[in-house]
């Protein structure tokens, strides 16, 4: 992973657990200035939890950085990958929830809010709830949990790019079950049997892994085959991909007039398979005040050089 444009590598100065109710601990940290400005990074998946390179967004002698890793997933607990998992308090409400209560723990009146992928989702879900609580908006590679989104990345669409490796995705599947595969595959995820979720939950991780950056990275896929990991990730973006998020359909891009008045940028790798454009391209239309910025020379991935870029400009933009 090369992270050229990023800010140096720094360690966070306080961490802690959060008790967010429901029997779930939440784990976080935070970097930087502790009087810069506070910035909360929403990560991806839903299911993928932080990473310190994620911390090298921000300008650490002007920022407040605070990472956390959301229910489920990451160091908080109790760890999805458990074989009798319970995912009923893990929904979009709850992880808002969880993101108002770290901002009043931490004693923030407003912060910037940075997510990707899933975390644009989350991010626009909760700047919608809590518009007063966000100061600024850095979005990348958007997803809403749209049907067509879904229908895309995880039922055939995206096959048409990768026919190789989408035959290792549905190979889990008997083909009597392959018309609907997010179905499919909740059934063996949630088997509380190992050797059947985690065939599964390694298969669906593999095929996002191999295919979120314009090219293929060892790393990456590497380290979404470890068993563990791959579970607690494929079990709750496919929680959460069942439930539609918990969203009407469309409901982020139609309530976008809530958000507005707040100072945002919108970045989209433009060979991004696993959330295409047309998702960003729907926000940017419903919301012409944010900055629009298209990387054409990247896919999905954060780590990916242009997409660095633009994010770091745009953290560096909103710094004050």
Known sequence: MN??????????????????????????????????????????????????????????????????????CGRSTPHASAPDADLRHVTTAHLIADIELLRRNLGIRA?????????????????????????????RGIFTLRRAELEWFYEGGAAALFPDLWEDFLAPIPPIE???????????????????????????SRWEASTVTLRPDAEQIA??????????????????FVHGGWWREGQLIEDVSRIRHIPAVIVQGRHDVCTPMMTAWDLHRAWPEAEFVVVDDAGHSAAEPGIQSALRAATDRFAG
């Open 111 to 139: 912060w910037q809010v940075f997510g990707g992928s899933w975390g644009s989702g989350l991010a626009l879900a909760y700047a919608q709830a809590h518009p007063e609580s966000v100061t600024e908006l850095v979005l």
């Open 223 to 240: 380290a979404m085959s470890d068993p563990r990991t791959a579970t607690a990730f494929a079990r709750i973006e496919n929680h959460f």
């Open 178 to 204: 392959r018309s609907h595969l997010v179905h499919a595959y909740h059934r063996r995820l949630f088997d509380p049997d190992p050797a059947v979720h985690e065939p599964a939950a390694l298969a669906w």
């Open 3 to 72: 992270l050229d444009a990023l800010y140096p590598p720094i360690e966070p100065y306080e961490t802690g657990e959060l008790l967010v109710g429901d029997g779930h601990r939440v784990h976080w940290e935070v970097s930087g200035d502790p009087e810069g400005k506070p910035v909360v990074f929403l990560h991806g998946g839903p299911g993928s939890g932080t990473s310190a390179w994620q911390r090298r967004f921000f300008d650490p002698e002007r920022y407040r950085i605070v990472l956390f890793d959301q229910r489920g």
